[in-house]
C-alpha cells in the first residue's frame, strides 16, 4: 500500500496559481504512475492528468493543457501539480492516487482548491 498526503490547496483569485504536492510513502516501488483528480460540488470525480513515476511522461485532461503541469521529484518520492491561470471552474476538492500497472487503488485525502472570480 502506499500512503500519499496532498498539500498546497488554499484560495486563490482568478488568474492566479497555485502548487499542489502530494508526498508518497509506504511502498513506493510499486508505483507506476501518478494521477491528480478532482471533484467539484455536486459533481462527479474528473481525472486532471497524470505522470509516469519512472519516465515522467505526462497527459492532461484538455480543459487544463497548456494551463496546469505535472512533475515528479523522484527522491523525494512527491509529485506536484503546478497550476497556472486559475480559473473559478477549477474550483475543487483536489486528490493525487497512485496506480501500479491497473487501476489507480491508492488516495489521499484530498486539497481544497477554491478559485475567486
Known amino acids: 500500500q502506499v500512503q500519499l498526503v496532498e498539500s498546497g490547496g488554499g484560495l486563490v483569485q482568478a488568474g492566479g496559481s497555485l502548487r499542489l504536492s502530494c508526498a508518497a510513502s509506504?511502498?513506493?516501488?510499486?508505483?507506476?504512475?501518478m494521477g491528480w483528480f478532482r471533484q467539484a460540488p455536486g459533481k462527479e470525480r474528473e481525472f486532471v492528468g497524470r505522470?509516469?513515476?519512472?519516465?515522467?511522461?505526462?497527459a492532461y485532461t484538455d480543459s487544463v493543457k497548456g494551463r496546469f503541469t505535472i512533475s515528479r521529484d523522484n527522491a523525494k518520492n512527491t509529485v506536484y501539480l503546478q497550476m497556472n491561470s486559475l480559473k473559478p471552474e477549477d474550483t475543487a476538492i483536489y486528490y493525487c492516487?497512485?496506480?501500479?500497472?491497473?487501476?489507480?487503488?491508492?488516495w489521499g485525502q484530498g486539497t481544497q482548491v477554491t478559485v475567486s472570480s
Open positions: 509506504g511502498r513506493t516501488f510499486s508505483i507506476y504512475k
Open positions: 492516487a497512485a496506480a501500479g500497472i491497473g487501476a489507480y487503488d491508492d
Open positions: 505522470i509516469f513515476w519512472s519516465g515522467g511522461g505526462t
